[in-house]
Structure formats: structure tokens, C-alpha cells
């Protein structure tokens, strides 16, 4: 197959990188800012042919911005045609730092890589077999960047800088969902099909992805007057 990169604003193209591969099945090739100074490296996902410059199997191939190899990255877990984490595939700026992060699914884990050689910033497990992005909602007063993230029947909340879930919300599969954000809140999570909508509320959730319980909001109380017998 072949990565064709071309110049926007005149329709010319720039480079091509073609690779061998042994399934015709690709995810999308993704344009990420590593450095938040407007260069851009392509990340394109494939299973290659074994060769003396490559191991094969399926692996992510970032290209810089003149379209030579940067980096692989082999990836455990998955099938050549990336079926399992096909969902698991986008570029968010997860920290707020100006600089973009890849994401995508490798061996029931949801990883987020940054930097110039794509180190893992962090991973969270998938609690079902696949799983898909969302979206990210943006940071707001106390509340971190969250990414949302769907996996079996739950949408979790994770918070961007650090991989940890903040909310989680029961969402059977198979069904249209929606997310209303809810400023310095947690969200609703409205799912349904053509016959019925649903929405739920909500939980916070703790750092292993189970329900955890609300802050206690305090109050107080006037003393009652006594009653005399």
C-alpha cells in the first residue's frame, strides 16, 4: 500500500511511502503535531510483510514530515486487519500542553503516546475486549481534559493527563450514544435506538474503572426549639 502526502493548498504531491503489506485492511492514517510547532508526522497502522528492515505483523509506522520512517511500533494483540482496535485510533492533545498525543488500543490496553520517539505517556486497560473513542471533552475550571471511552456495556470517563478513569456511566452496546457535557460536572450519557431514548447520569468512578461514591457535599443545621411537656 501507499501513504500519498499532498501540498493543500495546490494539489501537488509531496512524498509518497509505500510499504508491503500482508492485509489490505488499514486504520486511517492519522497527521499528528508532536512538537506544537506545526510540523506534522503521519501515523499510519498495518500489518507489513517480514523483511530485513522490518519484522512484520501488525505494527503503527510514523512518518515525518518529508515522509521517511521515524519509528515503528509493534502491536501486540491484534489482528492484521485491526479489528479489535479500530475504534481505538485518534490524535488529542490529552495534557493541554500544546503538543499531541496518539491513541490507540494494543493488547486490551488503551494507550496514549507522546514525544518524538512516541514513549508511552500512559495505559489504561480495557475492561471488555474492544473498545472506541468518544471524543474529548476540554478542561474546564477544576475539571481535566476527560476523553471518553466506551468499552463493553459502560462509557468511561478518563481523565487526558493521566490515564485515570474520573466517571463511568452504563451504556448497552448496540445502541446510539450520546454525551452531554455538563461544565465542572460529570456528564449525562443518552443512549437509545429509533423506538426509545434513555439517559443516564453519571458516577464518579475510581482508579480501577468501578463505581465510586459521590463528594459529600456539607451542611448545616439550624438546632430545633425544645418542646416543653
Request: aromatic fraction near 6%.
Amino acid at each position: 500500500c501507499e501513504v500519498i502526502a499532498l501540498d493543500a493548498a495546490a494539489g501537488r504531491r509531496r512524498w509518497t511511502a509505500a510499504f508491503a503489506t500482508d492485509n489490505f485492511r488499514i486504520l486511517p492514517p492519522l497527521a499528528i503535531d508532536l512538537e506544537g510547532a506545526g510540523r506534522r508526522h503521519v501515523c499510519v497502522a498495518l500489518s507489513e510483510k517480514r523483511d530485513a528492515s522490518s519484522g512484520g505483523g501488525p505494527q503503527i509506522i510514523v512518518l515525518d514530515d518529508a515522509g521517511a520512517i521515524s519509528a515503528r511500533i509493534p502491536v501486540a494483540g491484534v489482528s492484521g486487519d485491526f479489528r479489535e482496535t479500530r475504534h481505538l485510533w485518534g490524535v488529542y492533545d490529552v495534557d493541554g500542553d500544546g503538543k499531541e498525543e496518539l491513541l490507540h488500543g494494543a493488547d486490551r490496553m488503551l494507550h496514549a503516546r507522546g514525544g518524538g520517539s512516541l514513549q508511552d505517556v500512559w495505559t489504561w486497560p480495557l475492561p471488555a475486549e474492544s473498545g472506541a473513542i468518544l471524543g474529548m471533552a476540554p478542561a474546564v475550571g477544576d475539571c481535566p481534559a476527560t476523553l471518553s471511552v466506551r468499552s463493553g456495556d459502560a462509557v468511561y470517563g478518563i481523565a487526558g493527563a493521566d490515564g485515570v478513569p474520573r466517571w463511568r456511566a452504563e451504556a448497552p452496546r448496540g445502541l446510539d450514544l450520546t454525551i452531554l457535557p455538563a461544565p465542572s460536572a460529570l456528564p449525562r450519557v443518552c443512549f437509545g435506538n429509533d423506538g426509545f431514548t434513555a439517559c443516564r447520569q453519571a458516577w464518579p468512578a475510581n482508579a480501577g474503572g468501578t463505581y465510586g461514591e459521590p463528594p459529600a457535599t456539607p451542611r448545616s443545621y439550624d438546632a430545633l426549639p425544645e418542646e416543653q411537656p
